[in-house]
T-cell receptor
Framework: ELKVEQNPLFLSMQEGKNYTIYCNYS?????LYWYRQDPGKSLESLFV?????AVKQEGRLMASLDTKARLSTLHITAAVHDLSATYFC???????????FGTGTRLKVLA | DAGITQSPRHKVTETGTPVTLRCHQT?????MYWYRQDPGHGLRLIHY???????DKGEVSDGYSVSRSKTEDFLLTLESATSSQTSVYFC?????????????FGQGTRLTVV
């Protein structure tokens, strides 16, 4: 059964700093997704990673995928307050269409 | 925004009563999902559907049933609601078998069982 773990669960950081969120998963997958959720809102898609070595960037966020290590990272560069949210990774195990989510990382960027 | 509508958006119900949540899509997507979101657990898959009348269990399916009689509608039923089913429920859809499509989410239904 596919398990997805994220760490850290909570992250409080100063504006301007860099940090990385990690997403590990337990079985073979070639599809990984990152989502953002603001309090009381739905989930918004950020990145779709479909192959080993895939790297996607949007603004201050960059996501990468290492399928051999079963690891994805979401790197935050020079954080700003507007990035405060909860970030989820989701993995689809090979041969299925089930999106299994990590527990989420709640990010708070302090001014 | 993906055309996904959840109803109701909020509901308070009593323990032991049946409850049905509805997810309606206008995207003609093949796959539909029900998740619940609870603090400390992220999103957990309850059931999903891969076509009309085709459904399968997810991670936390006990106490829930689903039905999909047409492409656009996916219903989640709590046969006899319990307090442990108090949660926020999200419906999601994903594309027609294309691998590069992410799941798109509805706005959520906040269910309180008292």
């Amino acid at each position: 059964e596919l398990k997805v773990e994220q760490n850290p669960l909570f992250l409080s950081m100063q504006e301007g700093k860099n940090y990385t969120i990690y997403c590990n998963y337990s079985t073979t997958s070639d599809r990984l997704y990152w989502y953002r959720q603001d309090p009381g809102k739905s989930l918004e898609s950020l990145f779709v990673l479909l192959s080993n070595g895939a790297v996607k960037q949007e603004g201050r966020l960059m996501a990468s995928l290492d399928t051999k290590a079963r690891l994805s990272t979401l790197h935050i560069t020079a954080a700003v307050h507007d990035l405060s949210a909860t970030y989820f990774c989701a993995v689809v195990a090979s041969g299925t269409y089930k999106y299994i989510f990590g527990t989420g990382t709640r990010l708070k960027v302090l001014a | 925004d993906a055309g996904i509508t959840q109803s109701p958006r909020h509901k308070v119900t009593e323990t032991g009563t049946p409850v049905t949540l509805r997810c309606h899509q206008t995207e003609n997507h093949r796959y539909m999902y029900w998740y619940r979101q609870d603090p400390g657990h992220g999103l957990r898959l309850i059931h999903y559907s891969y076509g009309v009348k085709d459904t399968d269990k997810g991670e936390v399916s006990d106490g829930y049933s689903v039905s999909r009689s047409k492409t656009e509608d996916f219903l989640l039923t709590l046969e006899s609601a319990t307090s442990s089913q108090t949660s926020v429920y999200f419906c999601a859809i994903s594309g027609q078998g294309t691998k590069n499509t992410e799941a798109f989410f509805g706005q959520g239904t906040r269910l309180t069982v008292v």
